[in-house]
């Protein structure tokens, strides 16, 4: 069995304990850098390419100006994400606003900036024109229905998905948008999750590019993109195989100059909104053994709980776990590792089969980096955790300190009724 290797080491997490106290996420800068360099390359075939990285994934800014330097604009879906985008300084044609079930305030604040807009339904043609106006350069959301399968073997369900037109609304989407003045089209789709194969965007592309063509033919609409969003996924567990972007890459161009091209249409740029593929592997949840408890099964509490990461506990995913200082021991121990949450779900693993855990062992949850942080929440009255950046040269910095209570409580206007909190508690 394949091992994965934590970028941090027992050494490295005994010094940062001495500054920033666990449960903290922590992310691999070169592995980030490298990364970004190979999707780069990998669509360097085509002209117009770029990689808009979905903010949702890893919302910090400091992470976000490491991915601009690899020319990476930003998918938003939210208000105070697209906020975060423009005071990055990322312009019009950087921010891709996918989102769906769209608020007017967020429309409005889209067209302001001059975000390219990514329509949801064809019910949102006549709401974004009501609330805000139609743009030049519109996209729309492909959802094909059915099931959406490579090999034979089923990927994901796209027909029941609450996303994206159906097929006959996506003409009569474009051929309303034509009609009521706009000039430049993009088309977008995101149908499978979490895709551990190099055989996903180039499927999904056959698809979209096929569509295209025919969207093309039958409305004359100028299409001048197409999004191939997110999906590629990672490998979590020690056994699977990782994506080779390179792979990926020179599949969708083939399929490119195989539908593309021949219909007069190999201008079109190719974009992506990959989130998880760009930052999950580099990025990890440190947190420490408090507590062991032996009754009907063996269970070490840690200090962080699925506040700090709610993929465990919400899809029951699988997060790799190394006990740093004890990577070569035998795993001769099963364990369920849990947080604090009064919820049952809140285990990090059940019956992982690890080194034996001592309390005050630190241990490394691996593939935070992409929707990990983010998924963050306050239950129990928990705090969000830090975020810190291992730098190239081997240094550590704070990119997000930690909540406090007094975040915890600065939503209370009520100073009349709260005015003894104590904030110091517990120090
Ligand atoms: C979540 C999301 C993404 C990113 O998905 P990953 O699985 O992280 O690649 C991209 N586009 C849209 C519209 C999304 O909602």
Do not use: R
């Given at each position: 069995m394949n091992t994965k290797i934590p970028f941090v080491t027992k050494e490295q997490v005994l010094d940062m304990v001495k500054k920033y106290p666990t449960p903290f996420h922590i992310y691999d800068e070169k592995g980030i850098r490298e990364n970004a360099k190979a999707v780069k390359e990998a669509f360097s075939?085509?002209?117009g390419f770029k990689e808009y990285f979905a903010v949702k994934a890893t919302p910090n800014p400091y992470i976000l100006n490491i991915l601009k330097e690899y020319g990476c604009g930003c998918d938003c879906s939210s208000l105070t994400e697209l906020m975060m985008a423009q005071a990055l300084g990322f312009s019009g044609n950087d921010i891709?606003?996918?989102?769906?079930?769209?608020?007017a305030e967020e429309y409005v604040y889209a067209r302001q900036i001059n975000a390219t807009i990514n329509l949801?339904?064809?019910?949102?043609i006549k709401f974004l024109e009501d609330v805000a106006s139609l743009p030049e350069t519109i996209s729309c959301r492909f959802n094909p229905g059915g099931l959406f399968t490579i090999s034979n073997s089923i990927m994901d369900n796209p027909g029941d998905a609450k996303y994206g037109f159906t097929k006959d609304q996506l003409f009569e989407g474009f051929r309303i948008l034509k009609k009521k003045g706009v000039k430049y089209f993009g088309v977008h789709a995101f149908l499978?999750?979490?895709?551990?194969?190099?055989?996903y965007y180039p499927t999904l592309a056959k698809t979209l590019f096929e569509t295209v063509v025919e969207l093309k033919e039958a409305t004359g609409c100028d299409i001048k993109f197409i999004n191939l969003s997110g999906?590629?996924?990672?490998?979590?567990?020690?056994d699977q195989e990782p994506n080779d972007i390179k792979a990926i890459g020179s599949a969708v161009h083939e399929v490119y100059d195989e539908i593309l091209v021949p219909a007069g249409l190999g201008d079109v740029a190719i974009y992506t909104e990959m989130g998880r593929f760009m930052l999950a592997p580099y990025g990890g949840l440190v947190t420490q053994a408090i507590h062991e408890k032996h009754t009907h099964k063996e269970y070490i509490g840690v200090d962080a709980c699925a506040v700090n990461l709610m993929r465990p506990a919400m899809y029951g995913a699988y997060h790799h776990i190394t006990v740093l200082g004890k990577e070569?021991?035998?795993?001769d121990h099963t364990y369920d590792v849990t947080g604090s949450?009064?919820?049952?779900?809140?285990?990090?693993?059940?019956?992982r089969i690890l080194p034996k855990i001592d309390i005050g062992d630190y241990l490394f949850i691996h593939d935070?980096?992409?929707h990990g942080f983010s998924m963050g929440y306050n239950y129990n009255g928990k705090l969000r955790s830090a975020e810190l950046l291992l730098k190239e040269n081997g240094e550590v910095i704070m990119i997000r300190r930690a909540e406090t209570p007094k975040d915890y409580f600065a939503?209370?206007?009520?100073s009349d009724i709260l005015k003894d909190v104590d904030y110091n508690a517990g120090k």
């Open positions: 075939w085509n002209k891709m606003f996918s989102s769906n079930d769209t608020p949801d339904d064809i019910t949102h499978a999750s979490n895709t551990v194969t190099n055989e999906g590629v996924g990672i490998p979590y567990t020690p070569n021991d035998i795993c949450l009064c919820e049952n779900n809140d285990k990090f693993a059940v019956d935070t980096g992409a939503t209370f206007d009520f």
